[in-house]
Nanobody
């Protein structure tokens, strides 16, 4: 069973930055798609960014393009989300997700493994 552990959330003022990390353990390999989702109170969980570890292919949601950068360290089977120019509307619980092979979907049901989440709060 792949286990995902997130870290790096916190509180920041608008315009600030945070960096999230998600480390995978267990039978994790570079043939995995890792993604970040977020869920604000009363809203559905939405995809933020995803990366196919082996090829370093990345995809971003329109709401975060140009502000967020997803990256990975294949030696550690870890992904990162650098979030710059944060806005109050970025406030949410951020979840790391992963699946083996295939990195084409924003559907939460397509991801087999989930972390516990880390809170990001942006104040105006």
């Amino acid at each position: 069973q792949v286990q995902l552990v997130e870290s790096g959330g916190g509180s920041v003022q608008a315009g600030g930055s945070l960096r999230l990390s998600c480390a995978a353990s267990g039978p994790a390999t570079t043939n995995m798609c890792m993604a970040w989702f977020r869920q604000a109170p009363g809203k559905q969980r939405e995809g933020v960014a995803r990366i196919y570890l082996l090829a370093n292919n990345t995809v971003y949601a329109d709401a975060v393009k140009g502000r967020f950068t997803i990256s990975r360290d294949n030696h550690k089977i870890t992904q990162y989300l650098q979030m710059n120019n944060l806005k109050p509307e970025d406030t949410a619980m951020y979840y790391c997700a992963a699946r083996f092979s295939g990195c084409l979907s924003w559907l939460t049901g397509a991801y087999n493994y989930w972390g516990q989440g880390t809170q990001v709060t942006v104040s105006s």
